[in-house]
């Protein structure tokens, strides 16, 4: 008996990559499908590279429509979710691809967001730490953010095994559709194209205290962050450069140890072998997460990089591999660790 | 019961996309791999995409290596297929994706490659009128050239309805995957990047003839092309940019029930709404093919523009799709109409 | 005595490169800057590769802030020059940098403006027959659009000398750049990167008309002209593939010594060496249009080819030059044929 | 009276750049041009955006071709420099592209290059204390490397104004010019476009040394230096993202200081207002620097960020700008602070 979904944001670009997903999963019968300002479109001329649906009109976003879905996955601007979600009933998987119920702390939201805090759902970043036991059987799923899906992969090994200090920091660089979809211009591919530019730089990224969330969750104690994002010239993907201070005694074999250890039998995580590098290229439109790590003794640090795909692993195949979770199917249903390269 | 397929050229481009096509097709199951510069060599280190496949080793392209396989997939140089295809039985499934058996005219061949016909092959493009049931059965494919695939399916309509004159002027762009892996200069990224250029200028590109050829077949008469292919910045993707004298008569709508007849019931032909262009984009990493016409009446010209994907559509999905028609499986097992975008 | 320089729309791409080019001409001294919804803000802001401008403010587009400069260039959108000019004295050098006096047909311009014909100025296109005679000591000048820069300068030669006949086919990619700094969707760099994409097919483009007053005035005839534009996923640059059926007896070596006849003199104009064809890479940033020309007997077709920057040679450095016949000063002063590449 | 140079490897990016700044430098004459594997081809087929030379040939790189100039730049693969310039008079300017003089520390020569070091020459990176001292009049310049150039005008003023740590974390992100014209699998545009890789992870790349040697000797003490070089999908750039951990008591002002004051008078180095981060594109094509430092108080971190040309400010205008300084003329002769964006 198929799953019925619902997308609301889908003429976004997190949305538009949802149901690409959602179209190739064998359990899942798409349903609503809304836009707020787009609603009344025909989604072929806002998703021309999704043709089964082609013909698909939006619909405008609002609980009626939203209702009589067993999954509803939100895709809308971060404060939106909250008065969404809670007209959804409790026996609805809903799905929240925004921010609103990522962080514990209610103070760093209010600090980084500017707004109540609306509460915390499990966190659908199922290769953490006992996240998977908190996913399964869930009703609600905050879908992480895609910096901290990929940073927190490069790093979070090297802290439950005790091997780095708690300073990491932290340079990753993003295609342009991670910024969205709406026309901005210095997002014009004029200005992108050729160029490479930070944003957010001394700490303000609102991805900053998921990922200090995370990495301190993992260490045990607080973990400072020192996190600065760039924008690449390509459409998708990110790649995390991360280093921490090491711990007295780390080598070389003590961290591949940990990381062979922690992604030994993680589906969508792939520890490289010695010697080769994390691509953006390589897990472009997959689920995979590369990972490599290393011990630069004469700096005394580890750096550990990743590459994901931004909009899969990091948003929209995040999202399906924890509604699977959620639902009890497999894991790995209607994703693929298989990128599309060259 | 499973398909046991080998690839020989398993490390250029082409070999690969097959295989991440291969990879989700579910009756098929990957057998022998083979190069012949890498034979020796993990998979994982020359298509990091591929990760289930990392861990194969390549062999060498000999004829027991490639033995005891139901499908043989040759991606070789061109020249090097009729030699290992004599070897292999003749109840198995040979799928040549070089240049070697796509041309009728044995004089044409030798002008273009300066070498001896090997023969022709069911052509496959099984679009083109008469084509699919060339396939079915047969145990022996000629695999189009990207750019003739792209130009057939845009101007070949208005052929067999009659409309078009026979002189067609094209111009097409391909990303730069079409011009293979093998390092040269001027398809160094750094040459690539920001720059549009012409190659195989006035009619001296390879596919000229294999585009005439459809073409002329298509009109029942000789047609006269003109074809100008260019290299785009961009690593996948044909646009071409088809345009021909209109016959008498001829106008916006009677234009359009030809192509709407030719593809109604195609799998992954997409005739786009009117007033909808195709972009490369819309179909990267997928087997569909984005078609769109008009009628320039001050000019008299129509203008046919398609867009796919030089690897898929163009190259391993056109493969797929051939090798499926001729096994007697659904046209369209393992392959999508689902593009990877943004 | 330098000539002081005013600039009516110096916040986007025109204007922007303009003021690049201007800042290397020893004989300009930069005057007011003027932009609309960017009046006020630094230029530092909006352009910041132009360092020594970037403490300069913006100022309003109004007849008495345009007073009293040597010079006036208008980066306006369509339609708006004419109000700005009449205001402007008659002893103003003023050069549009927009499409309103471009052509001379009214009813050509009211059917693809869909608003009253301005007028006609002087041609800015050196180049072309008498249009150095007609720009000496004007104080008006037209500057041509950038693709009628490329496509012109592609085919003239084979109009004037009698080789080719009346109906040119017309491919041409253009980088993003030509289609503006105002953000719309479809310039996102998410969706430029990796696609190529037509637009203004079957005769809508509006450079159509210039393009066919330009072919019509060489050939001394009307030349139907079949005109499609692409958008390449590239900043700046124009790659125009132009064809048109040669007349009887035509020769691959009538033809260049057309060319070269035509191009002997010409500071910009580069006509490449037979079996090197042009790349918008190598005119980057620079006043230099590669040319080459070829006879591709099987077709019967002449096809040219030019590579041009559309923003240098194609708007602004089209105007620099034309300013420099038009103030008497040596034609190629403040202006380079060396692109930066790679 | 001008200057004769010659340059030695000008079929590369560094000599091709090179020779773009020559040309519009107005104090200089070429002479001679070498190249070993291309002697004897014309640079026209080379360079082809240098049109004012596309007539020279290119001699072989001899002690007899090069002799007789007032300037030899050396553009050669690292340990080709000192058999060369022993070779030239000791009243020859003779300015090297490549590492070999630019190492104090003979071990760390050895280390990283696994050759005899072959000695130090002035450093000319003219921005750093005491560096144009020892550059005017000098015979002998070492032209700094790419990354060290962005990573020190990033982070020195920091060190020299006693305000970080001495470890420092530095992610730099460069087009893949950078990785020069010899074509690599990994270079081509269908690897890289589209595509963030790392490489030289854990302290591997050979610019680590120089980098520390900057760095320690701006703060007067060894620092440690945590470096990782990425390739970015561009053809030109550096984007460097530095951190370093800070001394008690910095501020936003502070730091702020100490760059005004270290770059008050640089005519290349751009310190942005406030708000306003670097771009690599606004700075492509020109010898300008563009920086902005701020101070992370949650992570207790210093971010110093720099975007150059590699090739230009980042190689060949380095090496002009050092001409310059040696030969006592105006440092700027010949360069440009302006970029060519969009």
Redesign the interface.
């Known amino acids: 008996m198929a799953v019925r979904a619902a997308v609301a944001g889908a003429s976004g670009?997190a949305g538009?990559e949802l149901l690409?997903l959602l179209?190739?999963h064998p359990e899942v019968e798409i349903g609503a499908l809304t836009g707020n300002s787009n609603a009344g479109q025909?989604l072929?001329?806002l998703?021309?590279?999704?043709?089964?649906l082609?013909g698909r009109v939006l619909q405008e976003t609002t609980p009626e429509v939203l209702d009589g879905h067993d999954v509803v996955f939100l895709a809308l601007p971060h404060g939106q979710s909250a008065a969404v979600a809670e007209r959804l009933g409790p026996d609805v998987l809903v799905i929240d691809m925004g921010a609103d119920f990522r962080l514990t702390d209610a103070a760093a939201w209010e600090k980084f967001y500017g707004s109540p805090h609306a509460g915390t759902w499990p966190y659908g970043l199922p290769e953490l730490p006992g996240a998977r036991a908190a996913l399964e059987g869930s009703k609600r799923v905050a879908v992480p953010g895609c910096y901290p899906t990929a940073v927190s992969l490069a790093l979070y090994p090297a802290y439950t095994a005790g091997l780095a200090r708690p300073?990491a920091?932290i340079?990753a660089?993003s295609?342009?559709?991670g910024?969205g979809?709406a026309?901005?211009?210095h997002?014009?591919?004029?200005?992108?194209?050729?160029?490479?530019?930070?944003?957010g730089?001394?700490?303000g990224h609102r991805h900053t205290p998921e990922i200090t969330q995370n990495l301190s969750a993992a260490a045990g104690d607080p973990v400072?962050?020192?996190f600065?994002p760039?924008l690449?010239?390509?459409?998708?993907?990110i790649?995390a450069?991360c280093?921490a201070a090491a711990q007295e005694g780390v080598t070389g074999e003590s961290l591949r140890a940990a990381y062979d250890k922690a992604y030994a039998d993680e589906p969508f995580v792939?520890l490289?072998?010695e010697g080769?590098?994390?691509?953006?290229?390589?897990?472009?439109?997959?689920n995979?997460v590369?990972v490599?790590v290393?011990?630069?003794?004469?700096?005394?640090?580890i750096?550990a990089?990743s590459?994901i795909d931004n909009l899969t692993k990091g948003t929209a195949g995040g999202a399906v591999q924890s509604m699977n979770i959620a639902l009890g199917l497999d894991e790995s249903t209607g994703l693929?660790?298989?990128?599309?390269?060259?």
């Open positions: 670009y538009g690409r179209l190739a025909r072929g001329a998703q021309p590279h999704l043709l089964p082609a300073e920091v340079v660089a295609g342009t559709s910024a979809k026309p901005k211009p997002l014009l591919g004029s200005e992108v194209m050729g160029s490479m530019s930070p944003y730089v001394g700490g400072s962050v020192s600065t760039t690449a010239p390509m459409p998708r993907g790649l450069t280093t792939h490289l072998p080769q590098w994390p691509a953006t290229a390589s897990v472009y439109g997959s995979a590369q490599q290393a011990y630069d003794a004469a700096a005394g640090r750096i990089i590459a693929t660790t298989i990128g599309v390269a060259p």
